[in-house]
Nanobody, 118 residues
Framework: QVQLVESGGGLVQPGGSLRLSCAAS????????MSWYRQAPGKERELVAI????????NYADSVKGRFTISRDNAKNTVYLQMNNLKPEDTAVYYC???????????WGQGTQVTVSS
Protein backbone atom coordinates (compact mmCIF):
# COMPACT_ATOMS: atom_id res chain seq x y z
CA GLN A 1 0.00 0.00 0.00
CA VAL A 2 2.91 2.37 0.68
CA GLN A 3 4.08 3.97 -2.55
CA LEU A 4 6.77 6.47 -3.47
CA VAL A 5 6.73 7.40 -7.15
CA GLU A 6 9.55 9.51 -8.56
CA SER A 7 9.26 11.56 -11.73
CA GLY A 8 11.09 14.32 -13.57
CA GLY A 9 14.30 12.58 -14.54
CA GLY A 10 15.76 12.71 -18.02
CA LEU A 11 18.66 13.81 -20.19
CA VAL A 12 20.05 17.30 -19.68
CA GLN A 13 23.18 19.14 -20.82
CA PRO A 14 25.84 20.25 -18.33
CA GLY A 15 24.75 23.47 -16.67
CA GLY A 16 21.09 22.64 -17.11
CA SER A 17 18.37 22.09 -14.53
CA LEU A 18 15.83 19.44 -13.59
CA ARG A 19 13.20 19.18 -10.89
CA LEU A 20 12.45 15.75 -9.48
CA SER A 21 9.18 14.98 -7.73
CA CYS A 22 8.24 12.14 -5.40
CA ALA A 23 4.55 11.50 -4.77
CA ALA A 24 3.86 9.57 -1.58
CA SER A 25 0.86 7.59 -0.43
CA UNK A 26 -0.09 4.92 2.09
CA UNK A 27 1.46 6.49 5.18
CA UNK A 28 1.44 9.70 7.19
CA UNK A 29 3.69 11.78 4.96
CA UNK A 30 3.84 14.75 7.33
CA UNK A 31 5.21 12.55 10.12
CA UNK A 32 8.56 11.58 8.65
CA UNK A 33 11.70 13.06 7.21
CA MET A 34 12.09 12.64 3.46
CA SER A 35 15.31 12.27 1.53
CA TRP A 36 16.85 11.85 -1.90
CA TYR A 37 19.63 9.37 -2.62
CA ARG A 38 21.47 8.62 -5.83
CA GLN A 39 23.45 5.72 -7.21
CA ALA A 40 25.81 5.90 -10.15
CA PRO A 41 27.04 2.78 -11.99
CA GLY A 42 29.66 0.97 -9.92
CA LYS A 43 29.12 3.27 -6.95
CA GLU A 44 27.38 2.90 -3.62
CA ARG A 45 24.08 4.63 -3.04
CA GLU A 46 24.69 8.00 -1.38
CA LEU A 47 22.55 10.51 0.47
CA VAL A 48 22.00 13.67 -1.57
CA ALA A 49 19.59 15.68 0.58
CA ILE A 50 17.27 15.24 3.53
CA UNK A 51 14.48 17.39 4.95
CA UNK A 52 12.64 17.19 8.26
CA UNK A 53 8.97 16.32 8.59
CA UNK A 54 8.01 20.00 8.80
CA UNK A 55 10.30 21.19 6.02
CA UNK A 56 12.92 22.67 8.31
CA UNK A 57 16.62 21.90 8.61
CA UNK A 58 17.43 20.67 5.10
CA ASN A 59 20.85 19.09 4.76
CA TYR A 60 22.90 18.33 1.66
CA ALA A 61 25.88 16.35 0.53
CA ASP A 62 28.91 18.60 0.05
CA SER A 63 28.96 17.75 -3.65
CA VAL A 64 25.55 19.37 -4.27
CA LYS A 65 25.49 22.26 -1.79
CA GLY A 66 24.57 25.50 -3.49
CA ARG A 67 23.19 23.69 -6.55
CA PHE A 68 20.38 21.45 -5.26
CA THR A 69 17.37 22.34 -3.13
CA ILE A 70 15.10 19.87 -1.36
CA SER A 71 11.57 20.94 -0.45
CA ARG A 72 8.26 19.38 0.46
CA ASP A 73 4.57 20.16 0.27
CA ASN A 74 2.82 18.23 3.02
CA ALA A 75 -0.60 19.22 1.67
CA LYS A 76 0.26 17.42 -1.58
CA ASN A 77 2.25 14.55 -0.03
CA THR A 78 5.12 15.40 -2.35
CA VAL A 79 8.85 16.02 -1.93
CA TYR A 80 10.93 17.78 -4.59
CA LEU A 81 14.57 18.06 -5.57
CA GLN A 82 15.45 21.11 -7.64
CA MET A 83 18.77 20.48 -9.37
CA ASN A 84 20.59 23.42 -10.95
CA ASN A 85 23.95 23.74 -12.70
CA LEU A 86 24.04 20.02 -13.31
CA LYS A 87 27.36 18.31 -13.90
CA PRO A 88 28.21 15.00 -15.61
CA GLU A 89 29.12 13.54 -12.22
CA ASP A 90 25.50 14.06 -11.14
CA THR A 91 24.49 11.27 -13.53
CA ALA A 92 22.79 8.56 -11.48
CA VAL A 93 19.51 6.94 -10.60
CA TYR A 94 17.84 9.16 -8.03
CA TYR A 95 15.73 7.54 -5.31
CA CYS A 96 13.18 9.06 -2.98
CA UNK A 97 13.08 7.67 0.55
CA UNK A 98 10.70 8.01 3.46
CA UNK A 99 13.00 7.79 6.47
CA UNK A 100 12.17 5.36 9.26
CA UNK A 101 10.58 6.65 12.43
CA UNK A 102 9.61 5.00 15.70
CA UNK A 103 6.21 4.42 14.08
CA UNK A 104 7.21 2.90 10.73
CA UNK A 105 10.00 1.34 8.73
CA UNK A 106 11.67 3.29 5.94
CA UNK A 107 10.47 3.04 2.33
CA TRP A 108 12.21 3.48 -1.04
CA GLY A 109 10.87 4.58 -4.38
CA GLN A 110 11.83 2.80 -7.60
CA GLY A 111 14.11 5.59 -8.81
CA THR A 112 14.34 7.90 -11.80
CA GLN A 113 17.30 8.22 -14.16
CA VAL A 114 19.15 11.52 -14.45
CA THR A 115 21.75 11.75 -17.20
CA VAL A 116 23.92 14.85 -17.62
CA SER A 117 25.75 14.79 -20.93
CA SER A 118 26.51 17.04 -23.87
Amino acid sequence: QVQLVESGGGLVQPGGSLRLSCAASGFTFSGCAMSWYRQAPGKERELVAIISSTGGRPNYADSVKGRFTISRDNAKNTVYLQMNNLKPEDTAVYYCKAEATIFMVGYWGQGTQVTVSS
